[in-house]
């Protein structure tokens, strides 16, 4: 036996299975860690958004609600394949309804052009849609403006729409319950002069609910035009404060009699005419001021904005008595 254990086969021997087993050591922990990567590629999972969604249908006879413009997808699986979807974006989704009949079902959104490698989930997966009789008619729409977006006494002259009329698509259930069919212009800036904007048409029912229907065109134009009324009302002029003893104001008379204001036509309607406070402190001779005329709350403009008034006094100003220089 120790000629055996000393001879140079069993040294071959050993070597041998001292390279198998190294062997299938190293090979074995890359066999796990391909496992393990091949495992981490396929635990990837992403949500792509906004993806739009095809219909198939007869269009020329048939209009479909319910149908959502765009949905979610998530895609699980090699991420390489995930960041290609989401890159190309190559994929699509639809609703087939070419063999569906009239009335309300719920249809499966499917999708294809994905690889077979990835999971697909649709968000949602299915919709509720209604199929009817297509029909279409027009109607008048109406221009709208939102009179908070006037300028400080400014009101609203006119509201004007281009076109006037919109062809409105969907079903007979859906033209029937129109009740509105407007345009709100919407501006960012305060309005003091004619503006003109681009409106969406809005198609609502009774309790101001948006209808599923189709508007041709989508937008229409909308045309503002404002003015600014005017009124000429008297000047009153009272003295404010109180001037040195022994003085008495006379008469405060500005060098015009009227002036004209501008603002809203409500409050235009109640003034008569405009009391305007002169500061008196100190005035011991008769003197000319330069008074500046404020406008209130609904009126943006006046004219002129600063006048001259005359102040005249009676009296002389009480000297004041001389300091008692002592013995």
Do not use: C
Request: hydrophobic share 40%.
């Amino acid at each position: 036996m120790d000629k055996f254990v000393e001879s140079a086969w069993f040294v071959r021997i050993v070597a041998l299975l001292l390279t198998v087993l190294l062997y299938i050591s190293v090979n074995f922990s890359d066999f796990q860690l391909l496992q393990k990567a091949d495992k981490s590629s396929q635990n990837n999972s992403e949500v792509i958004t906004d993806v739009p969604v095809q219909v198939y249908y007869d269009t020329e006879n048939l209009f479909v609600a319910g149908v959502p413009d765009k949905v979610k997808v998530e895609l699980s699986g090699p991420k390489s394949l995930i960041e290609s979807a989401k890159r190309l974006r190559d994929f699509e989704l639809f609703i087939d309804l070419t063999n569906v009949s009239i009335g309300k079902h719920r249809v499966p959104i499917k999708y294809k052009q994905i690889s077979d490698k990835l999971k697909v989930t649709v968000l949602p997966e299915a919709v509720d849609v209604t199929i009817e009789e297509k029909v279409s008619d027009y109607f008048v729409v109406s221009p709208e403006f939102n009179d908070n977006m006037l300028a400080e006494g400014y009101q609203e002259e006119a509201v004007s729409v281009d076109p006037k009329r919109v062809k409105v698509t969907g079903s007979k259930s859906a033209l029937n319950k129109i009740v509105y069919v407007k345009a709100t212009l919407d501006v960012k800036e305060k309005v003091d002069k004619e503006t003109t904007g681009t409106a969406k048409v809005q198609v609502l029912d009774s309790e101001l609910n948006k209808l599923d229907v189709k508007v041709e065109p989508e937008t229409v134009q909308v045309s503002i035009s404002v003015k600014n009324p005017s009124k000429k009302i008297a000047l009153r002029m009272f003295p404010k404060g109180t001037p040195p003893d022994g003085i008495k104001i006379k008469s405060i008379k500005p060098e015009t009699e009227e002036i004209t204001i501008y603002g809203k036509e409500s409050i235009l309607k109640e003034m008569e005419e405009l009391v305007v406070p002169v500061e008196v402190d100190g005035i011991k001779k008769d003197t000319t001021l330069t008074v500046p005329i404020e406008i209130g709350e609904g009126l943006n403009f006046v004219s002129p904005q600063m006048i001259k008034v005359k102040v005249t006094v009676e009296g002389n100003p009480e000297s004041e008595p001389e300091e008692d220089s002592g013995a």
